[in-house]
């Protein structure tokens, strides 16, 4: 079964840092790109990273340039995203998905999505 | 505010037939890049709807379709089920390099 699980989400104060992980499986990890979705509390859809097959192209969104690292382990199968300078609205909940081909461009959709895990930024 | 723009919320009774537009710029869905829809039903992570601006993966019941247009992009809804009450998002590529979503539609079954 082709599938992505995120872990690592949690409670943090404002200006602290998180990684997150998401485990795949039941696929060719290396061949697909994979991006970070996230969702604030009643709120829709945004797009937070993308990362190529190979792992050599990465793309961000603005709200989190500068702030984010994403980056993937081949050998694992396991894709990361390193946060920064927490926020209180970076407050989220955080998916994992995977991409239907090696780059994040113009025909990139997400096929296979993780449940998520959960990012609280507050004092 | 999101790059593509959707209405806020839709409705239909059962059976009958809905639209959601999603409305773009020249450099997003205008410039050629595809769309995709995804539906969130309550409680749940999104799921892949149409990919390619009109094509189902497997498993997605044919009542739902896609199309583009230009600027924009539409995704009807026929013969109208309860269980198709959910969120609706449509998603696509800006010349930014970045993946940019719609703001998301509510779809309310009557």
């Known amino acids: 079964e082709v599938q992505v699980v995120e872990f690592g989400g949690g409670l943090v104060q404002p200006g602290g840092s998180l990684r997150l992980s998401c485990a795949a499986s039941?696929?060719?990890?290396?061949?697909?790109?994979m991006s970070w979705v996230r969702q604030a509390p009643g709120k829709g859809l945004e797009w937070v990273s993308g990362?190529?097959?190979?792992?050599?192209?990465?793309s961000y969104a603005d709200s989190v340039k500068g702030r984010v690292t994403i980056s993937r382990d081949n050998f694992k199968n396991a894709l990361y995203l390193q946060m920064n300078s927490l926020r209180a609205d970076d407050t989220a909940i955080y998916y994992c998905?995977?991409?239907?081909?090696?780059?994040?461009?113009?025909?990139?959709?997400?096929?296979?999505w993780g449940k998520g895990t959960t990012v609280t930024v507050s004092s | 505010q999101s790059v593509l723009t959707q209405p806020p919320s839709v409705s239909g009774a059962p059976g009958q037939r809905v639209t959601i537009s999603c409305t773009g710029t020249?450099?997003?869905?205008?410039?050629?890049?595809?769309v995709q829809w995804y539906q969130q039903l309550p409680g749940t992570a999104p799921k892949l709807l149409i990919y390619?601006?009109?094509n189902r993966p497997s498993g997605v019941p044919d009542r739902f379709s896609g199309s583009k247009s230009g600027t924009s992009a539409s995704l009807a809804i026929t013969g109208l089920q309860a269980e198709d009450e959910a969120d609706y998002y449509c998603?696509?590529?800006?010349?930014?390099?970045?993946?940019?979503f719609g703001g998301g539609t509510k779809l309310t079954v009557l």
């Open positions: 390619g601006n009109a």
């Open positions: 020249s450099s997003n869905i205008g410039a050629g890049s595809d």
């Open positions: 039941g696929f060719t990890f290396n061949i697909y790109a």
């Open positions: 998603q696509s590529y800006d010349s930014s390099l970045s993946v940019v």
């Open positions: 990362i190529s097959g190979s792992g050599s192209r990465i």
């Open positions: 998905a995977k991409g239907e081909g090696r780059l994040v461009n113009s025909y990139y959709y997400m096929d296979v």
